[in-house]
């Protein structure tokens, strides 16, 4: 429960000053509605968004998107950019263990008609060729060698394995392979992590979803996007996996130590951070990049098992099947953006912790085909409801470090989903609104019930209203792989 | 006395674990967080030691969980007894254990939930009537 203070600003942003705790170094600001709220101060979520306002070097807020939930360390739907000239920090709390878990949004040539009678067919193809699960393994088995290659490359390498094109790439925040991975500075226990699970979905919240385009808000931008109302899509929610969780804990620990080197004071010890300068930061920004590299090639290889599946079901290529990549997002990430601060140009270090960038028309950044449309904003919702494609705006460069919000976050816990809910009931009430599942463990799938989250249609309602991102097209679920 | 119970977070694990003494709560919330890995005993026919340090016993929880998880992940290591020795060194708190368990291929077997790592967030160990508690997040 929250108790602290909460003003509202307008109908979209509330804030809490930073006369709530000393040492907050700016005010938080939450994204929200006054239908959100009440969830939003249920938990602690925005007494960790104060937390971030004591970090060195944060810039103008500490902020949160609508989707805020209650997380360790950043929230949920956190952001904050701090600027390294001005003694500013970087926190491996910020990015989270699963470092660019992320989303992509592929769509098809198919219809809602043409997948009528065999959409079972293509859930159990993508079940059966897409590895998820508790701990699962996939079938890439990579060298030590060959799994640093993957660092460095990121979907690149993938694509050279003949699992993608070049135009997947461009379609890629940071054409997926950020620069400046250092895979020295990832450790032998996390290499041997990543080797077992390279082209895996993993379990939790992530999953691949066949989608279908329930309705269109922006008719010119989803044309643009070769996007259509009946349209069928898949959209696929994975990160770093054990790789990316080690290095998280490997850089925390080493940093558990700076707090006491550099005199740096924060009330919780998981926003164990180090001056953007520093040795320490230099070595967790080159291994952060390295698992987000990793990530991309995952998400990369699940495209390629994804098309594989589509194809032996319809007997066509996947080229055929207008099987294109939307867009990649990352959602668990820091990167070093231009922004202007007080009329001066300063390159900062945005966290992202369940935050999605949002660029808007005209950034240098995206893609030829997508500088007039600004950059696609993925927002997954739950498997039972709805999902989101949205577009950045200028108004979120200059407002949130162009970040929009990531999902539609969790308002009840995992114990509460088990204790109140069970698998039969659930699967009952999927099939009944025509979404076949499947799923590896039962307990997770109870755990990721659509009642534990927030109707996504709040959420980014908020973010439409607050000119962050634009809404383009809503999609409605028709096949659900969870791990 | 109970070990450990399950207190509610919106989206990861949080339990509050009971110890006669530091040790002891050591040793509670290891078998605590690989209760929720894997339900099936395991056999403790390997024994591995572990030695880490760290500026408070705070801290040196979170390290030690840790430790087991990814030498679980990494190395197939699945723990199961603990003999658990703490001490300070100066300003350094040290943690020198004996593990007793089995090798355990979790892509394999089938693990019950996978735990990402145990988290500092909130963590604090406190002194109990009956020996010592402590709250900690797993992220799943």
């Known amino acids: 429960m929250y108790e602290g203070p909460l003003e509202k600003i307008n109908d979209s942003t509330y804030r809490i000053p930073k006369s709530y705790k000393p040492g907050m170094r700016v005010d938080g600001i939450i994204y929200a509605s006054e239908k959100l709220l009440p969830d939003i101060k249920k938990d602690k979520a925005p007494e960790q968004v104060a937390n971030v306002a004591f970090l060195p070097g944060i810039v103008n807020y500490s902020l949160a998107m609508p989707d805020i939930h209650w997380g360790y360390g950043f929230c949920i739907g956190g952001v904050a950019a701090t600027d390294p000239e001005n003694g500013g920090v970087i926190s491996p709390g910020g990015v989270g263990y699963d470092i660019n878990c992320g989303i992509r949004l592929i769509k098809t040539n198919l219809t809602l008609d043409d997948t009528k009678n065999k959409l079972e067919k293509i859930v159990n193809a993508l079940y059966q060729n897409v590895p998820s699960g508790v701990g699962s393994t996939g079938e890439i088995k990579v060298s030590v060698t060959e799994e640093k290659r993957i660092l460095l490359n990121g979907a690149r390498w993938a694509v050279q394995q003949g699992m993608g094109t070049q135009a997947d790439l461009e379609s890629c925040e940071e054409n997926g392979a950020i620069e400046g991975a250092d895979p020295d500075s990832v450790s032998p226990r996390a290499l041997e992590r990543g080797k077992q699970q390279a082209g895996t979905l993993g379990s939790g919240n992530h999953f691949l979803e066949i989608q279908v385009i329930e309705e269109i808000f922006d008719e010119i931008t989803a044309a643009t996007f070769g996007l259509f109302k009946n349209q069928i899509c898949a959209m696929i929610h994975s990160g770093s996996r054990g790789l990316g969780f080690q290095v998280c804990d490997d850089h925390l620990r080493a940093m558990a130590g700076c707090l006491s080197k550099y005199g740096i004071d924060v009330p919780d010890r998981q926003l164990a951070c180090a001056p953007v300068n520093s040795p320490e930061a230099a070595s967790y920004i080159g291994a952060m990049r390295a698992a987000a590299n990793y990530a991309w090639a995952n998400r990369q290889v699940l495209t390629h098992l994804t098309r594989e599946s589509f194809e032996k079901v319809f007997s066509r290529s996947w080229q055929n099947l207008g099987m294109d990549l939307i867009y990649d997002v990352a959602h668990n990430i820091a990167k070093f953006e231009e922004y202007v601060i007080n009329g001066k140009k300063k390159t900062l270090c945005v966290h992202r912790k369940g935050a999605t960038r949002a660029f808007g028309p005209g950034n240098q950044a995206l893609p030829r085909k997508y500088q007039t449309t600004g950059q696609p904003v993925i927002i997954p919702g739950d498997m039972g409801r709805a999902s989101y494609l949205l577009v950045g705006t200028e108004k979120a460069e200059q407002e949130t470090f162009a970040s929009a919000c990531h999902g539609a976050g969790r308002i009840s816990s995992r114990s509460q989903a088990l204790r109140e809910l069970d698998y039969g009931t659930l699967m009952q009430e999927l099939k009944s609104k025509g979404i076949e599942v499947r799923s590896a463990g039962k307990k997770t799938l109870v755990e990721e019930a659509p009642s534990v989250y927030k109707n996504v249609n709040d959420v980014v309602d908020v973010i439409d209203a607050a000119g962050i991102a634009r809404k383009i097209c809503r999609m409605r679920p028709l096949g659900v792989i969870k791990g | ?140």
């Not at chain 2, 030691?49 to 030498?71: G, K, M, P, R, T």
């Not at chain 2, 004996?98 to 909130?122: L, S």
Request: net charge negative; aromatic share 14%.
């Open chain 2, 1 to 140: 006395m109970k070990k450990y119970e399950i207190l509610d977070h919106t989206a990861d694990i949080r339990i509050k674990v009971y110890g006669k003494n530091l040790e002891n709560l050591f040793a509670s919330c290891a078998s605590a967080l690989f209760d929720f890995l894997v339900k099936c005993p395991p056999k403790k026919n390997i024994k591995k030691e572990i030695y880490l340090e760290a500026e408070n016993y705070e801290d040196l929880l979170v390290f030690w969980l840790n430790e087991l998880i990814s030498s679980f992940y990494a190395y197939h290591f699945l723990p199961g007894q603990y003999k658990i020795k703490l001490s300070d060194s100066g300003n350094k708190k040290i943690l020198n254990a004996v593990v007793a368990g089995t090798d355990f291929n979790p892509y394999d077997n089938k693990i019950d939930k996978e735990i990402k790592a145990a988290t500092y967030h909130g963590l604090k160990i406190e002194q109990t009537d009956n020996g010592y508690a402590a709250e900690i997040i797993f992220d799943v």
